[in-house]
């Protein structure tokens, strides 16, 4: 059974830091590209980053700037999302997906990704 389980989230003030985990299993971690995505309230779900784990390639979106940084655990199988410099414009639900390596297969569109988990909330407080 794939298993995507978010953690990490929670309530911050502006200008805080918290590192989001994505623990993934039922598949072969380094055949899939997990990617970190958001989404507010009355809002479209958007991408923050991706990490390819077959070669560790990473890729960021423009929502969050160069304020998070992605990163993988293979012995852990398991991918983190850094923020830094939070502000009350990131609060929202964050949810990692898995994508299988296959070819021209977008990090960017949510409906690429084959597997969800079910978000952790973050929230963020001037």
């Known amino acids: 059974e794939v298993q995507l389980v978010e953690s990490g989230g929670g309530s911050v003030q502006a200008g805080e830091s918290l590192r989001l985990s994505c623990a993934v299993s039922?598949?072969?971690?380094?055949?899939?590209?997990i990617g970190w995505f958001r989404q507010a309230p009355g809002k479209e779900r958007e991408v923050v980053a991706c990490i390819d784990n077959s070669d560790g390639r990473t890729y960021y979106g423009d929502s969050m700037g160069g304020r998070v940084t992605i990163s993988s655990d293979h012995t852990k199988n398991t991918v983190y999302l850094q923020m830094n410099s939070l502000s009350p414009e990131d609060s929202a639900a964050y949810y990692c997906?898995?994508?299988?390596?296959?070819?021209?297969?977008?990090?960017?569109?949510?409906?690429?990704?084959?597997?969800w988990g079910q978000g952790t909330q973050v929230t963020v407080s001037s």
């Open positions: 039922g598949f072969i971690f380094h055949d899939h590209a």
């Open positions: 997906a898995a994508q299988e390596d296959r070819p021209g297969a977008s990090w960017y569109y949510d409906d690429e990704y084959d597997y």
